[in-house]
């Protein structure tokens, strides 16, 4: 009797090993292949596979991060007729620790593009509302129109006033000229990094430097700027040397104290 339940336990056992690896195997399967898709920049197929991941193991935590990472690119891709909003979606993606190196690439190019579409829209709009109030000027009477001259002459040099008083924002709290390379010092240090940890990547946005700092990984696959790991998105404010960081939750910049 002892023998035959010792051989039913052992049979037992072997049957819920073997289904262990069973599911360890497509768990696996689906991985691979769904970090394949993303590699082939099949989005919606690599989302299924590593849903399907998620089917084997639920609380399986790369599974997890890469699934949520996928689905946030696929939300910003949805949302290209909403700047603002696809590009919360795609600092998410960006922002997101231990995720696809090949999906952070992509989304940051995404990222540039809707950017560019953004400020392009932007000129335009201004360009058209300049248009028609040059329009309108041109059909005003000619007293109207040497009135015009002559505010416009007092207009342009209220902008060329302007204009030096934005030349002055390169410039800190304390008057002293504030170089690119000094605000990416500044930035770096704030953030706690040192130089050699991280990569930047800057625009100037006119009142302040516009960074993302990247995570320098010697000898890995993060040691590559392109799909290096973020350190978060930053901004230098060139007048007072403010430096602030974004905060994805709120989708606001805070300040570092």
């Known amino acids: 009797m002892i023998k035959t339940l010792l051989v039913i ?3 037992v056992a072997l049957v819920l090993s073997g289904c262990a690896n069973q ?11 769904g970090q394949a898709a993303l590699v082939s920049k099949d989005y919606d197929a690599a989302a299924g596979y ?22 946030n690119f696929l939300v910003a891709k949805s949302m290209m007729d909403h700047p603002d909003q696809a590009i919360t979606s795609l600092n998410a993606v960006i922002l997101q620790k231990n995720g696809s190196g090949a999906l952070r690439k992509d989304a940051r190019e995404l990222r540039d593009k809707v950017m560019a579409a953004k400020q392009q829209n ?16 041109a059909s005003e009477s000619s007293s109207t129109a040497a009135s015009s001259s ?10 060329s006033a302007s204009s030096g008083s ?10 002293e000229t504030v170089t690119q390379k000094q605000a990416e010092a500044a930035v770096i240090k704030a953030a706690g990094y040192t130089p050699d940890e991280v990569y ?28 290096a790991p973020s350190a978060g998105f930053f901004r230098y404010y060139k007048s007072s040397g403010k430096v ?8 606001t910049y805070k300040e570092i104290k």
Do not use: C, W
């Open 244 to 251: 602030t960081q974004l905060d994805l939750l709120s989708n």
């Open 200 to 227: 930047v990547d800057t625009t100037d946005n006119g009142a302040y430097y516009s960074m993302e700092l990247r995570e320098n990984h010697t000898n890995d696959s993060a040691a590559d700027p392109n799909t």
């Open 50 to 71: 590593f849903k399907k991941a998620l089917s084997y193991k639920k609380k399986d935590q790369k599974a997890t991060i890469l699934s949520a990472q996928t689905n």
């Open 23 to 33: 599911e360890d195997q497509a768990y696996d399967q689906a991985m691979k292949k």
């Open 9 to 11: 336990t052992m049979i």
């Open 166 to 175: 934005s030349s002055s924002n390169t410039s800190n709290s304390s008057g």
């Open 150 to 159: 002559s505010t416009d002459g007092s207009s342009s040099s209220s902008s």
């Open 122 to 137: 932007a000129e335009g709009t201004s360009s058209s509302q300049a248009s028609q109030s040059s329009s309108s000027t």
